[in-house]
């Protein structure tokens, strides 16, 4: 079975907008999602890159009209400037890893927590909108928490990171079929060429 590694950052508009897809991508091809969340300001810093708040006025301008045109385009309901962006992703990087260690739809979580953040406008570090988006994928999240400490899943987080880095990811979302990137939303058009190949 083909695996895409799946980088992405529970922040992102544009790891929310593709994650649908990429589930019903990946199922139509016989292939698995391996969902891995990095830190973007670690991958940013290492990488050249700059968060949102240090780039220039141009760039952001124009990261505004792509969110506006990609919400009509993929018909999600997106909201552009949502009250808790960015939020500490911390907690849901931790439900999203301890979903994974147990077989869980951790994929599925992880684009619940980004609807409850682009769509619902609502805060995704508060434990109980994260129990109701772990609900909606059939996951526990008290459970969750009790699986894996809070250490742990920094641990983890900061190695998946340095993996990621290493591995040539500089941006989220990013996905990678047999060392193959694929870096953007915008690029599954091509990862559905190779999951075809």
């Known amino acids: 079975m083909t695996v895409i590694d799946y980088y992405f950052s529970l922040n992102s508009p544009w790891s929310y907008m593709g994650s649908a897809r990429l589930t019903a991508m990946a199922a139509a091809n016989g292939a698995a999602v391996n969902p891995v969340p990095v830190n973007l300001g670690t991958v940013f810093s290492e990488t050249g890159g700059l968060p949102l708040p240090k780039r220039s006025p141009e760039r952001q301008a124009y990261r505004m009209m792509e969110l506006k045109r990609w919400r009509a385009f993929n018909d999600i309901p997106l909201v552009l400037e ?11 990087v931790r439900l999203v890893f301890a979903a994974k260690n147990a077989g869980g739809d951790a994929h599925g979580l992880a684009t619940e927590l980004g609807r409850v953040l682009w769509e619902e406008d609502r805060d995704p570090a508060d434990p109980e909108v994260q ?67």
Request: zero cysteines; hydrophobic letters at 40%; proline letters at 4%.
């Open 131 to 197: 129990n109701e988006a772990a609900r909606r994928v059939g996951l526990d999240a008290n459970a969750l928490r009790g699986a894996l400490s809070a250490d742990d899943a920094n641990a983890m987080w900061t190695q998946e990171t340095e993996d990621a880095i290493a591995k040539g990811v500089f941006a989220a979302p990013t996905y990678v079929i047999d060392g193959e990137i694929f870096w953007g939303q915008d690029r599954l058009d091509f990862v559905e060429r190779k999951l075809g190949s």
């Open 82 to 92: 949502p009250k808790h962006f960015p939020h500490d992703e911390s907690e849901g």
